[in-house]
């Protein structure tokens, strides 16, 4: 899969992970949108490493889900160290 269409991948994955999560995130759209890219990558590797799914296909169910479930990972992950700095407590 070419960089871009990977790209364009985590934006979508981003935005169906943060309809998908209840409750209010921190970070607007961008930090979300930056966020499933990352989580699309992180997704991939797993499930690369975890169930031998191949990423090269972009219409593929597989590549979707693992990119949705990597992104809803990094979201939460995410909105646990920020709602730990808001509330003014370290950790």
């Known amino acids: ?5 990977f790209l364009l991948l985590g ?16 970070g607007g ?10 989580g699309a990558l992180l997704g991939g ?11 090269a296909e972009f219409w593929s169910i ?6 949705i479930v990597g992104s809803i990972i990094v979201l939460l992950i995410y909105g646990l160290f920020t709602r730990n700095s808001r509330s003014g407590r370290t950790v």
């Not at 899969?1 to 269409?5: D, E, I, N, V």
């Not at 759209?29 to 990352?38: A, E, F, S």
């Open 1 to 5: 899969m070419s960089f871009l269409a």
């Open 45 to 55: 590797w797993l499930g690369g490493l975890l169930f031998g799914i191949d990423m």
């Open 29 to 38: 759209w961008v930090i979300t949108l930056i966020l499933g890219v990352v």
């Open 62 to 67: 597989s590549t979707w889900l693992t990119a």
């Open 11 to 26: 934006l979508i994955a981003g935005a169906i992970a943060k309809a998908i999560l209840p409750g209010k995130q921190g």
